[in-house]
């Protein structure tokens, strides 16, 4: 595959390594009033600083990576975050860069491009290493053939264009992490520091009551207490307008009856029939499936869209019966009609052959000129042919190996690598005539073959797992609900839409004609995907429309389904109350009741290490050779203000009930040590390898920084 066509078919690969996995996107209803098109502040998503996203670049940013990632399903909600958080990286590091002076030009850019993953995989020499000059030639052929009007050239173009900005913004970054970098190195006091805080010891003793000594289900949190927590930390438990939703999902499947219209309809086309020819003025027959003399034009005809006429041959038959008919059936038998799965079918068995089911090859793509998938060669079409039919004949005659002339000739950039030489490749019967010669031929076989990329000479290397093989004709109608069966459906969930006096009785009667009930609870308005039918952007800006009320249903047509949606919980903007927050909270205030309650139990018992101990029926526990740096105690585990206590106290002195991870203690001191003089050189290269790990944080701290505005929530509900 040559790199343009390559680079083409992973235009979402090249976008996505930017701006992370994005996907679809689907802006809300039409905009209603010209106040806002018009209306800054009522199109405004989101600001940092100065800069500004508006609706329109918010759409447009997601429709670019929904269409190009359309094989990722994603769910609105999603996509919209990802959007909204990139574009919030984008702008700090823009604004960054511009403080810090950081500028790239033409030659780093050049520089960041040869570094991007994508360009090291396709523009590479024999030796493995970029090559810039194979990429420079790729740009002027893409520049010429844009100039000459070529429509593929111009979408190569706009990679060569996004290479360009990728390559741009590596720079950038790198340049701006070196200059963070560059304020976080370690100083010798640094070093002298944590050589003290690795090396300097303390032993003593201590007195520990584990949290666990107190049964969790003894310890009373009421919700006033909760909420008065949670009314201390507001920012840490804020809470969005939220919806929770009830879907109700109504199969919407064939009847029956309609399944038996369909059997009627497909068996009438095994028979043969007279009709009028108005040109002729006389009756012609008509043939069946049985006796037409033209069994892929036949099929075309009357099969149903999403089926076709393939001309593959088939090992493995899913369908038993089919299975179990081909291996006896005669060449022109028809098998049917035959129920599989959500149709009827008739199949005509038209040969048998032993193949292989996998195969490989080499190949020497000679191309010509105005091939659009190879815009820089430079041969007439005629000239190309007769290239390769040269080549060919070399091969064929020994006098060079196709792996000798792939390299030398080869116009297809991988040839560097592999010497034309390809991948095990299974049979599928759609893949072109390449695919027809290396497994209708005897391994060795050699020929010219040509494709949209040019004219191939291709040498069969190897073929495996030979075994019999089916090609067959088949009529495909597949059962669908009729308009009939469709209303009645319609009308079933008309008549639950208006069960809704209460969510208790909707839910009943769903349960009543066993239609599956999905929960959607908590929903926020960038919340779309739904478990059994996927993203649904639309179910979830009807429950934020104004006016919206407890109990509200509205049907919603899916994909295989009646969903009839009911609003069965609402909440505003806000902090969590007490039954939201409790599942966070309430261990918080746990812990806290049962520190109170320990060191209550400590800081009444007087005496030594050993009558504190038994007045509390505690345990005396040894800490030898503490440091800082490792603040553990044997039978306690970490407990680093306890230890950090000890090293501010003298010796024989006993503390107060010190609050920890574990539990709650109480310390004495036995003797300390300070680290003898020694290199600091480790202990400075350890905090430097601290300060690398900061650099992950930049963009958090930015963040926390800078004065940004968010407004999705309202812009979800507006448009």
Excluded: C
């Excluded at 078919?9 to 209803?29: K, S, T």
């Excluded at 040509?450 to 009529?475: I, L, N, R, W």
């Excluded at 239609?515 to 609870?521: D, E, G, K, N, W």
């Excluded at 739904?530 to 919206?548: K, V």
């Amino acid at each position: 595959m040559t790199a343009l066509q390559t680079l083409r078919h992973h235009q979402g690969l090249l976008v996505g390594l930017i701006l992370f996995a994005l996907f679809a996107f689907v802006l809300g209803e039409v905009i209603s009033s010209r106040d806002r098109i018009f209306s800054s502040d009522r199109t405004l998503v989101a600001s940092v600083g100065d800069d500004e996203l508006h609706v329109e670049e918010y759409r447009s940013r997601i429709n670019q990576f929904m269409e190009a990632n359309k094989q990722y399903n994603v769910s609105y909600g999603v996509a919209a975050q990802q959007v909204y958080e990139q574009w919030v990286i984008e702008k700090l590091l823009e604004q960054q860069y511009e403080a810090a002076g950081i500028s790239v030009g033409a030659k780093g850019t050049m520089n960041g491009i040869l570094e991007l993953p994508d360009v090291k995989q396709y523009f590479t020499n024999a030796l493995g290493q970029v090559d810039e000059n194979a990429l420079q030639q790729w740009v002027s052929s893409v520049r010429q053939a844009r100039e000459a009007g070529n429509a593929e050239a111009q979408e190569a173009w706009a990679l060569w264009q996004d290479m360009k900005q990728r390559g741009r913004a590596l720079q950038e970054s790198a340049q701006y992490a070196d200059m963070v970098q560059a304020g976080l190195t370690a100083t010798t006091l640094d070093g002298k520091i944590e050589y003290a805080y690795q090396n300097d010891q303390v032993d003593g003793q201590v007195v520990y009551l584990p949290y666990s000594s107190i049964d969790d289900k003894t310890v009373e949190v009421t919700d006033a207490e909760i909420t008065s927590y949670v009314n201390k930390h507001a920012d840490e438990y804020k809470r969005s307008e939220s919806r929770d939703i009830q879907l109700a999902l109504i199969p919407v499947e064939p009847s029956e009856k309609d399944a038996q219209a369909v059997l009627e309809k497909i068996t009438e086309l095994l028979k043969d029939k007279q009709e009028y020819n108005e040109k002729t003025k006389s009756a012609e027959t008509v043939y069946g499936f049985q006796n037409t003399e033209n069994d892929s034009v036949f099929v075309s005809t009357y099969t149903d869209a999403g089926s076709r006429y393939s001309g593959a041959y088939v090992r493995n038959i899913e369908n038993e019966d089919v299975k179990e008919w081909v291996e006896g059936a005669k060449i022109g038998e028809v098998f049917g009609p035959y129920r599989d799965k959500d149709s009827y079918k008739l199949s005509k068995l038209q040969e048998v052959r032993t193949m292989p089911d996998s195969a490989r090859f080499s190949h020497v793509l000679i191309s010509y000129e105005g091939n659009q998938i190879v815009p820089d060669a430079v041969l007439s079409k005629e000239a190309a042919k007769a290239t390769a039919d040269s080549i060919a004949a070399v091969i064929k005659s020994r006098r060079a190996t196709l792996e000798d002339m792939a390299l030398k000739y080869s116009m297809d950039p991988s040839a560097a690598e592999n010497k034309g030489l390809q991948q095990w490749v299974k049979y599928s019967g759609e893949n072109g005539p390449i695919e027809d010669f290396i497994f209708f031929s005897p391994k060795g076989s050699i020929g010219v073959i040509e494709t949209p990329a040019g004219y191939h000479v291709v040498k069969v290397e190897d073929q495996k797992d030979f075994g019999k093989s089916y090609k067959m004709a088949t009529v495909t109608h597949f059962i669908n609900p009729s308009k009939e069966t469709s209303a009645v459906i319609l009308g079933a969930a008309q008549n639950l839409s208006k069960v809704n006096t209460s969510v208790e009785e909707f839910m009943a009667e769903a349960a009543k004609y066993g239609y599956a009930i999905v929960p959607a609870m908590d929903y926020g308005i960038l919340q779309t995907s739904y478990n059994t039918i996927g993203d649904n952007a639309s179910i979830t800006r009807w429950a934020f429309e104004d006016g919206r009320k407890v109990n509200d249903t509205k049907i919603f047509d899916e994909d295989g389904y009646q969903v009839v949606a009911m609003v069965s919980g609402m909440r505003s903007e806000g902090v969590k109350d007490a039954e939201q927050a409790r599942a966070e909270v309430e261990p918080i205030l746990v812990k806290e009741k049962k520190a109170a309650m320990l060191s209550e139990r400590l800081a009444k018992a007087k005496g030594s290490m050993e009558e504190i101990a038994k007045a509390v029926s505690g345990e005396v526990y040894e800490a030898t050779s503490m440091t800082m740096a490792t603040p553990i105690i044997a039978g306690v585990g970490r407990a680093p203000k306890t230890v950090g206590v000890m090293f501010g106290m003298k010796e024989g002195q006993v503390s107060a009930p010190v609050v920890d991870e574990t539990g709650v203690l109480v310390a004495t001191v036995v003797a300390r040590r300070a680290a003898e003089e020694g290199s600091t050189t480790a202990a400075q290269a350890s905090v430097n390898e601290i300060y690398k790990a900061y650099i992950q944080t930049v963009m958090t701290a930015l963040e926390s920084k800078a004065d940004i505005e968010d407004n999705r929530e309202k812009i979800e509900k507006m448009f």
